[in-house]
């Protein structure tokens, strides 16, 4: 069975950082894309970064780029996401996705239960 | 970037009668959208891929159909369970967008 679990998250001032972390277990981690999607207080779904099973190839929206890295450690069985610079707008639960392929171009058939970072002063 | 437009915002319908929720594309493609459910308080579930194809153990009221810019959730007969919000996805290009979500509730 696959288990997605995000941790990490928390409240931080604005212009502040985070490392979030994604444990993956019931499936073969390298061979799948894996991605972040947030959802702001109220609001609806939106992908936030992706990265290919191998880990060569990332992807960022641009709200994020400059601002977060993904990354994965295939040994680990772990996804990352450093989130620098954080503004009151990247409010949001932050929620970790598994891809059925091995790159971009896919569905999300796995979400983990989500982690919460709050920007305030 | 491809915009996804959902409709209605909210559907208020009663125990077994039958949803249909709509997803609109600013831009064509052929099949790559998938649905999810998301209920209060948990992460999204995945209902439907390719446009047209069930996840694994989604139960049979929960179809898909449609292509190009226009695509629909059908649930048949609604069940407690169902009452939730559904978000449409697109993953034909970068970025993968979602839509703005359908809440389906208790008539």
């Known amino acids: 069975e696959v288990h997605l679990v995000e941790s990490g998250g928390g409240l931080v001032q604005p212009g502040g950082s985070l490392r979030l972390s994604c444990a993956a277990s019931?499936?073969?981690?390298?061979?799948?894309?894996m991605s972040w999607v947030r959802q702001g207080p109220g609001k609806g779904l939106a992908w936030v970064s992706g990265?290919?099973?191998?880990?060569?190839?990332?992807y960022y929206a641009d709200s994020v780029k400059g601002r977060f890295t993904i990354s994965r450690d295939n040994s680990k069985n772990t996804l990352y996401l450093q989130v620098n610079s954080l503004r009151a707008d990247d409010t949001a639960v932050y929620y970790c996705a598994k891809d059925r392929g091995d790159d971009s171009g896919y569905y999300y058939d796995h979400w983990g239960q989500g982690t919460l970072v709050t920007v305030s002063s | 970037e491809i915009v996804l437009t959902q409709s209605p915002g909210t559907l208020s319908l009663s125990l077994g009668e039958r949803a249909t929720l709509s997803c609109r594309a600013s831009?064509?493609?052929?099949?790559?959208l998938a649905w999810y459910q998301q209920k209060v308080g948990q992460a999204p579930r995945l209902l439907i891929f390719?446009?047209?194809g069930r996840a694994t153990g989604i139960p049979d009221r929960f179809s898909g159909g449609g292509s190009g810019t226009d695509f629909t959730l059908t649930i048949s007969r609604l069940e407690p369970e169902d009452f939730a919000v559904y978000y449409c996805?697109?993953?034909?290009?970068?970025?993968?967008?979602f839509g703005q979500g359908t809440k389906v509730e208790i008539k």
């Open positions: 990265i290919s099973g191998s880990g060569s190839n990332t």
């Open positions: 390719g446009a047209s």
């Open positions: 019931g499936f073969t981690f390298s061979n799948y894309a």
């Open positions: 996805q697109q993953y034909a290009s970068s970025p993968k967008t």
């Open positions: 831009q064509s493609f052929s099949s790559q």
